[in-house]
């Protein structure tokens, strides 16, 4: 799997797997195995797995993750054309990002 990210996204993965002692794209794949299971309530969805209790995925939910990934981008994909993103959209999402972390106390 080759993953291109932005500088500081890349350090930052970087800088949490190795804190978690996994490879940066395992620890990709945790976060987004995590996040893919949980609504925004953070709920678990219906069909996602049982709780991880901080140990790596499986390859099997790494596989079923990976199958949810793609059916997500898929439906974006058929969403309609794109549309180019404004500095307000960007700051916008930035706000939103701080405030989730925020809540979330990181």
């Known amino acids: 799997m080759n993953l291109v990210l932005p500088e500081p996204v890349r350090q930052w993965v970087e800088a ?11 620890f990709v794949l945790h976060v987004l ?3 893919i299971h949980r609504d ?3 709920e678990e969805e219906d069909d996602g797995p ?7 995925p ?3 939910g790494i596989a079923n993750a990976k199958r949810i990934l793609a059916a997500k ?3 974006g994909l058929q969403s ?3 549309e180019p993103w404004t500095r307000e959209d960007w700051e916008a ?3 939103r990002v701080a405030q989730r972390l925020a809540e979330e106390g990181r």
């Open 93 to 95: 999402l930035q706000r």
């Open 33 to 35: 195995y995590e996040r």
């Open 58 to 60: 499986t390859a099997e």
């Open 16 to 26: 949490q797997a190795a804190r978690s002692g996994q490879a940066p794209e395992a």
């Open 80 to 82: 309609g054309p794109a």
């Open 40 to 42: 925004p309530s953070g």
């Open 73 to 75: 981008i898929r439906e």
């Open 50 to 56: 049982e709780e991880s209790n901080g140990q790596p």
